[in-house]
């Protein structure tokens, strides 16, 4: 069992920055997937970024490459999302996922979720 707790969503001007976190239980952290989705008001779920077991590969939306960085700190149990160069279509709720053996941009693979942070980018 996984729990993961995102933190780090707030209010930003369009071209700033935001760097979402997101916390994991679990001593078996190092062994899953990790992925960052988000989903605006009225429209469906979306992928972000994914990052795989020992954060040697990542992989992004069209819509965030260039702007957005996922990484690992395995030892902290914490993944990361750092938002740059952040558009008003950025403005989602944020969630991370947990996955034991599948890495990629599927939501309905991923097994674990997160309650989900707030990012409202302002024009």
């Known amino acids: 069992q996984v729990q993961l707790v995102e933190s780090g969503g707030g209010l930003v001007q369009a071209g700033g920055s935001l760097r979402l976190s997101c916390a994991a239980s679990?001593?078996?952290?190092?062994?899953?997937?990790m992925g960052w989705f988000r989903q605006a008001p009225g429209k469906e779920r979306e992928f972000v970024a994914a990052?795989?077991?020992?954060?040697?590969?990542?992989y992004y939306a069209d819509s965030v490459k260039g702007r957005f960085t996922m990484s690992r700190d395995n030892a902290k149990n914490t993944v990361y999302l750092q938002m740059n160069s952040l558009k008003p279509e950025d403005t989602a709720v944020y969630y991370c996922?947990?996955?034991?053996?599948?890495?990629?941009?599927?939501?309905?693979?991923?097994?674990?979720w997160g309650q989900g942070t707030q990012v409202t980018v302002s024009s």
């Open positions: 679990g001593r078996t952290f190092s062994r899953y997937a």
């Open positions: 996922a947990a996955d034991g053996r599948y890495y990629g941009s599927r939501s309905a693979e991923y097994d674990y």
């Open positions: 990052i795989k077991w020992s954060g040697g590969s990542t």
